[in-house]
C-alpha cells in the first residue's frame, strides 16, 4: 500500500542514537511540532548524505524555527553495512542537532515505502502527507543546487498551499534491506 500525499504518518517507536535531544525512544507524536514534521530516511556510509550534512543541519534548524519537527531514520541492515550500526549511529549524532532514530526491524522504512538515502517525508500539522522526495536536485554536490523542491514545500505548506511539486524522485543510496 503506497502512502500518499494526503494520508496519515506512519505511526513509529524508535530508539534514538542522539542522546543530547529527545528521550531514549522517539514516537511520531514526541517527534511532531505544531506545525508538523518532517521525516528523512537516512545513513552513516552513503555519500549523497555525506554530502548533504550541512544541508540537513541547516533544514532541521530551519524547521525548528518554523515549529517543524525534523527526525532522521536509519534503516540499514548494519549486517551488511556495519558503519550503520547503533553504535556507529550515536558516533555520528554527536555532531547533529537532531534526533537519529534507529529502525532495527526495518518496519518503519516500509510503511513509508522508503527507497533510498537521503529522503524526505513532509508532513503538515494534522501530520498527513505534504510531500515526499528529495531535499534537492543536487545531493552530492551543494554547489550545483538550482532546485529546492522540500524548501519549497516547507513555504508552501506554512502559506496553507498545496506544494507545486508535491513529489519527486529521491537521489541517493538504496535502501539496504536485509535478507
Known amino acids: 500500500m503506497a502512502l500518499d500525499i494526503g494520508d496519515a504518518a506512519p505511526e513509529f517507536n524508535l530508539k534514538n542514537a542522539n542522546a543530547s535531544v529527545g528521550e531514549s525512544r522517539l514516537t511520531l507524536e514526541q517527534s511532531r511540532k505544531q506545525n508538523g514534521l518532517i521525516v528523512v ?6 555519500p549523497y548524505v555525506i554530502a548533504s550534512i550541512s544541508r540537513l ?5 530551519d524547521a525548528e524555527s518554523m515549529g517543524i519537527g525534523f527526525v532522521g531514520i536509519n534503516s540499514n541492515d548494519p549486517e551488511v553495512y556495519p558503519n550503520d550500526s547503533f553504535e556507529h549511529m550515536e558516533k555520528r549524532a554527536e555532531n547533529m542537532s537532531y534526533a537519529y532514530l534507529h529502525d532495527e526491524t526495518q518496519t518503519v522504512a516500509h510503511a513509508y515505502e522508503a ?3 537521503p529522503e524526505f517525508f513532509l508532513f503538515d500539522q494534522h501530520l498527513k502527507l505534504v510531500y515526499k522526495g528529495r531535499m534537492d536536485d543536487s545531493p552530492r554536490d551543494p554547489a550545483q543546487v538550482q532546485t529546492n523542491e522540500l524548501r519549497d514545500a516547507v513555504d508552501a505548506m506554512l502559506r496553507g ?3 507545486v511539486v508535491a513529489e519527486t524522485e529521491s537521489i541517493g543510496c538504496s535502501v539496504k534491506w536485509k535478507a
Open 57 to 61: 543541519e541547516s533544514m532541521a534548524a
Open 41 to 46: 530516511f537516512e545513513c552513516n556510509h552513503c
Open 161 to 163: 498551499d498545496a506544494p
Open 115 to 117: 527507497k533510498r538515502t
